[in-house]
């Protein structure tokens, strides 16, 4: 007897139409479910908000000015502005994780990084430059960001060239740094900050706007459009098999939609009629009547006030692409993926793991320094609090994003999409009432010993 080839074309048939869905968009299952998550989180929310404590919904039919449930213009704008400096310092952790290392002290390179870039704006260039100085802000942010690489460079180095492992040079370095900051400042408060500098933060002057979110959602779309084209093209020349016009065009589309979704979304969130009134003073300007109006409702002028995209997740954004580029279409990113998989036959195979490993530290580093800088502008201030505990939320988000714990497995857009959820997590609890930190760590400890569990099941079925 004889077994019987199975083609293709009969393999196919056996296959839902869901499965030869994904397979001809090449939509990853997990980002997939990773996002069904988000989803499921932001309703549960909104239902709750709105059967239980009989706030209004913008779902059924509540206007902007009456909804006070997790899904309006304000709460998503907020929520994107809280994620952008842990998604930042969590692509870095990708990485580290994928290397089969850990970072514990990312959370007090922020918070020390952020305390000396006070230091150095109120004791040193304020005085020696003057007021509001044009150049400040441009040498804080470039000290802040080459502080946190030296510090992760000085760490990566201990962890390659002298063995110690990278559990203990970080935890070292999550007292020893959180230490430093308190001594450095003697656990004072230091404000307040450059003004131009704490427009890196956010708020109502720290965002495009409604014209330049518009322009931005454009040339983001055109983007997405070219990199498509350009992605066709390149398998072509290489002989790749292509993926079905339509399921190029469905993509696409789906991408586009999604940006200019999120765009109208941020730039129907108006400004506060106080922050219109300072923007018409500061023209010297009467200001409209709307802005002068004690009634909730917008209109005329004051409608056109849209925030738009926030400083702090434009530079997330900026960060993912830079990161993404880094792992899928360089050799640095080629390497990463090799010492995760098999760190030994990385090294047999010539690569130098060591500088790697100390480059990888110092990119995690520099990520936290950029963290710092949008912590402390986005609260015009040095706190010796900043990034306490932050690198469980850093590492979490790496985890819940798709990153395993093994090794040589992850993505920057997982991370991003895994620090939204836990954000959302947070974000969501002190809106129904569970403010207590003490309630919002024991659903993220449950998340996170989720995602492990999630990610050793889906490994065994790869296997």
């Known amino acids: ?23 001809a968009t090449e939509i990853d299952p997990r980002l997939l479910g990773m996002v069904g ?44 502005v809280q994620t952008a400096y842990i998604g930042i310092m969590a692509t870095g952790m990708v990485l580290v994780i994928i290397t089969r290392n850990i970072d514990l002290s990312v959370g007090s390179i922020m918070g020390m990084v952020g305390m000396y870039m006070g230091l150095l704006q109120v004791e040193y260039l304020t ?32 962890i390659a060239y002298l063995s110690i492992p990278a559990f203990i040079v970080t935890l070292g370095g999550l007292l020893v740094w959180r230490g430093a900051a308190f001594l450095v400042a003697g ?44 992605g066709r093209k390149s398998r072509q020349r290489h002989g790749f098999p292509l993926r079905p016009v339509w399921a190029e065009t469905f993509v696409i589309g789906l991408v586009c939609a999604v940006i200019i979704g999120t765009t109208a979304l941020f730039n129907s969130y108006i400004w506060p009629r ?52 880094l792992m899928t279409r360089t050799r640095f990113g080629r390497y990463v993926f090799a010492i995760g998989g098999n ?25 936290a320094g950029i963290a ?8 015009n201030s040095a706190t010796n609090a900043m990034g306490n505990l932050d690198e469980l939320y850093v590492i979490a988000a790496a985890v819940v994003g798709g990153t395993s714990l093994a090794g040589g497995v992850g993505t920057i857009h997982g991370a991003i999409i895994g ?41 065994k079925r790869i296997k």
């Open 1 to 23: 007897m004889t077994d019987t080839p199975h083609s293709p074309a009969s393999q196919a048939s056996k296959e839902s139409g869901f499965t030869r869905f994904l397979r």
């Open 37 to 80: 998550a988000l989803l499921l989180i932001w309703l549960a929310f909104e239902a709750y908000s709105t059967f239980v404590l009989g706030r209004p919904s913008m779902l059924l039919g509540a206007s902007q000015a009456e909804a006070n449930g997790f899904l309006t213009p304000r709460n998503l704008w907020n929520l994107s």
């Open 127 to 158: 005085p020696a430059l003057g007021l509001g100085h044009p150049s400040i802000w441009i040498i804080t942010v470039t000290f802040g960001i080459v502080m946190g690489a030296l510090i992760g460079a000085f760490q990566g180095v201990l």
């Open 187 to 230: 656990g004072k408060t230091i404000a307040p900050l450059d003004e131009t500098f704490s427009l890196i933060g956010g708020g109502s002057f720290g965002a495009l706007g409604r014209t330049g979110s518009w322009i931005f959602g454009v040339i983001a779309c055109a983007f997405v459009v070219w990199a498509f084209l350009n």
């Open 274 to 325: 106080g922050n219109i009134q300072k923007y018409y003073s500061q023209l010297g300007q009467e200001p409209p009547a709307c802005a002068q109006a004690n009634d909730t409702i917008y209109t005329d002028v004051c409608a056109s006030f849209g925030h738009g995209y926030a400083y702090p997740v434009l530079i997330m954004i900026a960060v993912a692409i830079f990161m993404t580029v």
């Open 343 to 367: 760190p030994e036959a990385a090294t047999l195979s010539g690569i130098n793991t060591r500088a790697m490993t100390v480059k990888i530290f110092t990119l995690m580093g520099a990520l």
């Open 372 to 379: 710092a800088v949008i912590g402390s502008a986005r609260q």
């Open 419 to 459: 620090a939204l959820i836990l954000t959302s997590l947070q974000t969501g609890m002190v809106l129904i009432g569970f403010g207590d930190g003490s309630y919002q760590r024991i659903v993220i400890g449950i998340a996170l010993v989720f995602a492990v569990f999630l990610d050793i099941v889906y490994r």
